[in-house]
């Protein structure tokens, strides 16, 4: 077993089966807790006893961060079990903290890191119902006077607002326009005039029902100005900073979702007979539980190069953050729809053995819609689509970048949030390492035996993504990019060079672990089902083999399920 996995295996059995009714964080509670709309207090405080919040403060810092493939490994058995707690819990102390242990000076890197170890909440505020996305508007201001800064305004559906011990606020702290106008604060509760403090309703939310959110208002709030986290003026800068590393991260939790939806799927088709055969028999049944599973491991794929290449090439964050964030909730949101099919009426029923379902249904699109949907992910990739395509830059170190981002067993270098960039310059070592990839592949191949069909399929793949990307580079070059407001043309162009960027992910996540996982994996299948599943045209396979792949993956899932291992790249037991 690799050694980031150890401590998720550890985490799975104190958290205990999901399926045991007994079990503080059986499905049954956790339906119950959501139809009354209640966050899983004692399931947090089981938590708390297993000092989860650890995993989200650095080694630095007192905690256990050391690792951010380990930290989503972590999260992903929280998800799994219930979306409400996985985001209420950790995942938006998580958000609300990042900025602050990393850029935040000495004391608030302390101050927010106890806050954590003793096992409080952080919020994240940075939204405001009148400016959404358009944080460059936002009016809530932090007024500096003298050593102090007072906050003044409102900000709408934030997690946590009430409960939580502190939080980080953008806010204006100049009376100018633009990025540098705007600053990024530490407010510590304990430390302000809590009157100064309105907190507003709770807000009504379709999923995620258990989570603790609402407005709050602040009217001349006094802080520090030593709470400015970075510098004044510098809040911009550091919340895309920020944002590439829990874009990164973020995403790969919610895996453990559908995780849970696709168990609970394949446990009804194997049971379900209808017409005197199992419902697992019908093609379009089976079709739907292969590609499900298949979703699932090039999700795993992408989370898990994300999460490594935070460590590895911190400079090429802005793309491959920004391409994890557009990609895989999109991916797996249709996913549960594509599941919900099959589960039928029972999809829609909320209780009973298959309740859970609709919740989780109903969770999963706050991972896409929050934080960053892919509309403003396309924003960040697309201005910088005519540097990365035009020439393919590579650096003296690609190939062993490479190694360090795709082979598991490569131990990964401690994050250096100094090394995060706003733009990659035209830097991205997954796609610009394409003229290198016969020579990469004949090294990594040479102790191996490969199927000759899988080999063939992989150069195809090869060569199809190498007529793409001079078309997509032509159709940048003619067009005139107007960030926030792109056709859906130059939509699809993101699209397709996330496509590659993938496509050549899952390849070189084959390559670097060969003989290291399973027979299963070694054998590619997963790979080439991958690689049509990301794009038809990146596979050549005629309609009987492709049948064969998928007959042999679904023995696979089923296999997977029957000893209650994860769907995942490298299975890990679950009890
Ligand atoms: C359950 C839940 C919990 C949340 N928790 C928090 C929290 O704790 N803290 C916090 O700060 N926020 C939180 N949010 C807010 C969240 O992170 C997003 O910021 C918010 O959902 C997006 O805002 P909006 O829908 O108002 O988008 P708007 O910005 O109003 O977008 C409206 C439409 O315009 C499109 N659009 C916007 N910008 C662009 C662009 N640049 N280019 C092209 N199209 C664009 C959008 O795609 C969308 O279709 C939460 C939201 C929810 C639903």
Redesign the pocket.
């Known amino acids: 077993m690799y050694q980031q996995y150890l401590s998720v295996q550890k985490l799975e059995v104190s958290l205990g089966s999901p399926n045991d009714k007994n079990n503080l964080f059986s499905h049954q509670n956790i339906l119950e807790l959501d139809e009354q709309s209640l966050f899983p207090t004692k399931q947090a405080e089981a938590l708390d006893q297993l000092n989860f919040s650890r995993s989200f403060v650095p080694k630095s810092l007192g905690g256990d961060l050391h690792s951010f493939e380990e930290l989503v490994l972590k999260f992903k058995s929280i998800f799994r079990r219930d979306p409400s707690l996985g985001?209420g819990y950790g995942a938006?102390s998580y958000?609300?903290s990042i900025a602050a242990m990393m850029w935040g000076n000495d004391e608030i890197k302390l101050q927010v890191a106890n806050t954590l170890l003793q096992k409080k909440t952080i919020?994240?505020?940075?939204?405001e119902?009148e400016?959404?996305?358009?944080v460059l508007h936002n009016e809530v201001t932090g007024k500096v006077s003298g050593n102090l800064i007072k906050l003044s305004g409102e900000?709408?559906?934030?997690?946590?607002?009430k409960d939580s011990a502190g939080l980080t606020v953008?806010c204006k702290t100049s009376e100018s326009c633009g990025a540098k106008a705007y600053s990024l604060v530490y407010v510590d509760k304990k430390q302000v005039n809590l009157s100064t403090v309105q907190y507003l309703d709770k807000i009504h939310?379709l999923?995620?029902r258990g989570?603790k959110?609402a407005g709050l208002r602040f009217d001349n709030t006094e802080i520090k100005n030593s709470s400015v986290i970075s510098s004044l003026g510098s809040g911009f800068d550091i919340t895309l900073k920020a944002f590439q590393i829990t874009r990164a991260t973020i995403p790969g939790m919610s895996i453990g979702i559908v995780d849970t939806a696709l168990r609970m799927v394949l446990r009804f088709s194997l049971k379900r007979s209808l017409y005197k055969e199992k419902i697992i028999q019908f093609p379009q049944v089976n079709e739907t539980l292969v590609n499900a599973y298949i979703n699932i491991l090039l999700c795993d794929c992408i989370s898990t190069m994300a999460s490594r290449a935070l460590h590895v090439v911190p400079e090429q964050m802005s793309i491959i953050s920004s391409i994890a964030k557009f990609y895989i909730p999109k991916r797996l949101q249709s996913t549960l729809d594509e599941l919900s099919v099959v589960l039928g009426a029972r999809h829609y029923v909320r209780d009973g053995e298959y309740g859970l379902f609709q919740k989780l249904l109903r969770d999963y699109p706050?991972i896409a819609?929050?934080?960053?949907?892919d509309?403003?992910c396309?924003?960040t990739i697309l201005p910088q689509l005519n540097s990365l395509l035009q020439k393919l830059k590579i650096s003296n170190s690609t190939k062993e970048n490479l190694d360090n981002i795709f082979d598991l067993q490569s131990a990964l270098p401690i994050f250096q949030p100094e090394k995060l960039r706003l733009s990659n310059l035209g830097y991205n070592d997954i796609i610009n390492s394409l003229p290198q990839f016969e020579a990469y592949l004949v090294d990594k191949i040479s102790n191996h035996d490969i199927p000759s069909n899988l080999k063939e399929n992989i150069f195809y793949a090869i060569t199809q993504i190498k007529i793409v990307l001079p078309k997509l580079e032509a159709t940048i070059k003619q067009s005139s990019i107007k960030?926030?407001?792109?056709s859906s043309q130059l939509y699809n162009c993101v699209g397709k060079y996330c496509q590659i960027h993938i496509a050549l992910s899952c390849i070189y996540f084959w390559l670097n672990n060969i003989g290291k996982i399973s027979a299963y994996f070694d054998e590619g299948l997963w790979l080439m089902l991958a690689l049509n599943a990301i794009n038809k045209d990146f596979l050549s396979i005629d309609k009987d083999k492709l049948l064969v792949l998928q007959k042999k993956t679904l023995e696979n899932l089923i296999d997977l399920d029957s000893k209650n291992k994860s769907f995942s790249l490298v299975p890990i037991n679950y009890l």
């Open positions: 985001l938006t958000m609300g919020s994240i505020a940075y939204h119902k400016h959404g996305n358009d900000k709408w559906v934030i997690n946590n607002a953008f939310t999923g995620v989570c959110i706050v819609l929050g934080h960053a949907s509309v403003i396309a924003n960030v926030q407001n792109f």
